[in-house]
């Protein structure tokens, strides 16, 4: 039976996981992801059924773990924002090679117009450099009805695939009907081709003709997929080809139908046929895609085009950032301005008084005593270079800190503090939080170990991973054993309370620290806020909102 | 019935509660719902802007086109301003007066004021303060949500129903609480609207 439910596109496509069978869903937290993860962990059936949920260290971790799980039969799901597939790049890419055997995906979220991030990678390039089919669903319905279809995918390919959400699906509500029971899960069976598995040369040579075979036999497999679809239109002056969520922008815009004839691309790899036969009947062709321009490069070559076509690269859609409503309509208007169905009264004009107004650290959160106390300590040394990291602290590059100079990938602050002081910065310093140490910086930590370089390295400890709202950290109560594990000396390692009232304490901890010539480490503690207050409301009395 | 909504604040102050609130009335009136949220850094303190949609047809876009939204709920006011491009012509702003001022560069609130009057139709209290007077202090966004309840086809009812079964968990209290601002709200706006 179906039931209508109210849920995230991260949610739909969480529950219909469960729904298909899923056995183990691993992840790490990251903004626009994190909720499919969360949706597990609270679901009664996951709980029932002993659904793996557990958050892991990194993507790298969490990708492997679910291979592991696809190696030994069951459907296994693994999480990450979109960077959070070059963290686990290695194990990805890999996994074209060795496949799966019970049903694997890889959800991602992609963040156009880098709401909560550093670029605006689009993983469908990931999934053709891998050999990986890509599912993008546009709406809610389909982010639940591609986890099935995914898994039956991946089992028939056996190859992983990957489910690749944006931003404006993972987080938005919609109705959704739903089943309301789980299938099965598998039992457990290993490979029948039990080489692919084992990546050595000799067999890594005999998989890479039949991976590419798999992947032409894929090709096909888009051209009759019921994600795929071609629309008929009445006018062949223009053509569209839209993916994604960007469908949706377009119904919005004709909702008496689309006039020009369309192909509507939700599976990869690229449906070249569908293609060939719409550019045949058309005189120009517009792209619309949600990301980069990544169907719109495969159609263009370097040289001429059979047909115009239209899109990101020659500017008739925007470049960068997020597709809306607006910008398909102005695309379509560039392209056939005597189209009295778009056009519309000029909207109001943006208010002039209004201001930005940009995040910033919580009041009471430990970051702030450590950037306070930090920039009162390196007051003294013009030339001090403060190397930061991923998470809430990075918010000390703003205004009333200004004290971040770098800030690249999840644990490059230890990384790119021990390069420049190689090359001669003196005072490099390291601000990381603890669950991005855990994530990326233990490694990094033991280089600096092992050359006992000399820089700073301040862990700045809230107990939780923050930023994404506060989910378990893998080396929480564990930071000072890694260090020392590392191989830290005891002495060069110190831990403080990041309190107002230890503000003088910990300008002189630092101050005598980045004398220290060498290696040493300052882990500030302070639980985050948020998470004092959901634990606080859990134990103490009940809160209005 | 078709209303496309706009609703804004500042990172904190409570507005997916809104959201989430009048996205389970219309569930339950078997409405089709399309909701947008940011989460992730701008939580932290800074503009937090949802688009809801709530449509007895199927919706097809998540987000709302400039020029085509029929109200701006807000929980501050230059937040509201902020969004004025996507305002029909004859959409209402509904808002509340009082400014979170967690920046050095906040406009004057006197220029604020004057900006959201001239901005055609408004209904404009303090939703904090109606709160505090009801010995209710932290309903301030249940109060934004009764005030912006006369313009969106859905019947009271159903909304404190949702209102009831949203804070349930939290005793009867705050239910009680919740409901009593929803109320009063709704009918200032309604007295302040003409209707």
């Keep these: 039976m179906k039931i209508k439910k109210l849920l995230l596109g991260d949610e739909a496509l969480a529950l219909g996981a469960v729904n298909a069978g899923l056995s183990g869903a691993y992840g790490y937290p990251g903004t626009p992801s994190t909720e499919i993860m969360e949706y597990i962990q609270a679901n009664a059936v996951a709980k029932e059924r002993g659904i793996h949920s557990h958050w892991s260290a990194n993507e790298k971790t969490a990708y492997e773990e679910a291979l592991g799980m696809s190696y030994a039969g069951k459907r296994s799901m693994v999480t990450m924002k979109h960077v959070g597939l070059n963290a686990c790049a290695d194990a990805f890419v890999n996994s074209g090679m060795t496949g799966a055997n019970g049903g694997m995906l890889v959800a991602v979220a992609d963040d156009p117009s880098m709401h909560s991030s550093q670029n605006e990678q689009d993983s469908r390039f990931y999934g053709d450099f891998a050999f990986v089919p890509v599912l993008e669903p546009a709406d809610q319905q389909e982010a639940y009805e591609m986890a099935e279809y995914g898994f039956r995918l991946s089992e028939k390919s056996a190859l992983p695939v990957i489910i690749r959400l944006v931003t404006r699906l993972s987080h938005s509500r919609a109705t959704v009907e739903v089943d309301d029971a789980a299938a099965p899960q598998n039992e457990l069976h290993f490979p029948s081709d039990g080489k692919r598995w084992v990546l050595m040369p000799v067999n890594s040579k005999r998989r890479y003709p039949e991976l590419i075979k798999i992947y032409e036999q894929l090709e096909l497999e888009s051209e009759s997929s019921p994600f795929n679809e071609y629309i008929p239109g009445s006018d062949h002056s223009l053509g569209i080809v839209v993916s994604g969520i960007a469908y949706n922008y377009l119904k919005e815009l004709f909702p008496k139908g689309i006039p020009f004839p369309t192909v509507r691309i939700s599976q990869y790899p690229v449906p070249k046929g569908m293609l060939r036969n719409l550019s045949e009947q058309c005189d120009a062709l517009l792209v619309i895609e949600e990301g980069q321009p990544f169907i719109e490069k495969a159609l263009r070559g370097v040289l001429d085009n059979m047909v115009p076509i239209h899109g990101k690269l020659d500017g008739t859609l925007v470049r960068t950032g997020e597709l809306n409503p607006d910008h ?16 519309k009264e000029e909207p109001r004009a943006q208010s002039e008084i209004t201001v930005p107004r940009p995040p910033s650290l919580c009041k009471g ?6 950037f306070g106390a930090l920039n009162d300590a390196l007051a003294q040394y013009p030339d001090a270079r403060i190397f930061g990291d991923i998470g809430c602290y990075t918010l000390g590059y703003l205004a009333p800190f200004n004290a971040i100079h770098t800030v690249l990938d999840m644990g490059a602050s230890i990384t790119m503090a021990k390069g420049a002081s190689e090359a001669g910065v003196h005072p490099a310093v390291a601000v990381i939080g603890d669950s991005t140490f855990t994530h990326s910086g233990l490694a990094g930590l033991l280089d600096a170990v092992n050359e006992d370089s000399n820089i700073l390295v301040i862990i700045s400890d809230n107990l939780t991973t923050g930023m994404t709202g506060g989910q378990d950290s893998q080396g929480t109560g564990k930071i000072e054993e890694i260090c020392l ?8 390692l110190h831990t403080i309370d990041s309190l107002p009232k230890n503000h003088d304490n910990m300008v002189s901890l630092f101050k005598s620290a980045i004398e220290h010539k060498g290696l040493s480490v300052v882990v500030s503690r302070r639980e985050c806020i948020q998470t004092v207050r959901r634990h606080g409301a859990h134990r103490g009395p009940k809160a209005t909102d | 019935m078709k209303t496309d909504i706009i609703l804004a604040g500042v990172g904190g102050q409570g507005i997916l509660s809104v959201a989430t609130i009048l996205g389970a009335a219309a ?44 109200l701006i709920v807000s929980l501050e006011p230059m937040e509201a301003l902020r969004y004025l491009k996507y305002l029909k012509p004859d959409g209402w702003v509904i808002t509340s007066t009082a400014p979170f001022v967690n920046i050095d560069n906040y406009p004057d609130e006197a220029l604020v004021m004057r900006h959201l009057e001239d901005s055609g139709n408004v ?32 019947s009271p009812d159903k909304i404190e129903r949702a209102i009831s079964s949203v804070f349930s968990s939290k005793g009867e209290k705050i239910v009680a609480d919740n409901i009593k601002a929803f109320r009063t709200a709704r009918e200032k706006s309604l007295q302040i609207a003409g209707m």
């Excluded at chain 1, 398909?328 to 056009?343: H, N, Q, S, T």
């Excluded at chain 1, 959160?365 to 450590?370: P, S």
């Design chain 1, 365 to 370: 959160c430990g970051h702030r005593d450590v």
């Design chain 2, 123 to 154: 209904v404009a209290f303090d939703m904090d303060e109606l709160a505090r007077q009801l010995a209710a202090p932290r309903s301030g966004n249940m109060a934004l949500l009764g005030a912006a309840s006369p313009f969106i086809d859905i």
């Design chain 1, 485 to 492: 594990g590392l191989g830290v000396s005891a002495e060069c």
């Design chain 2, 27 to 70: 569930l339950k009136e078997g409405l089709y719902i399309k909701q947008s949220e940011v989460h992730g850094m701008s939580q932290r303190g800074g503009e937090v802007q949802s688009n809801l949609r709530i449509s007895s047809e199927k919706i097809s876009s998540d987000l709302i086109p400039t020029g085509a939204a029929d």
């Design chain 1, 328 to 343: 398909v309509r102005d695309a379509l208007l560039i392209l056939k301005p005597g189209l009295d169905e778009l056009k």
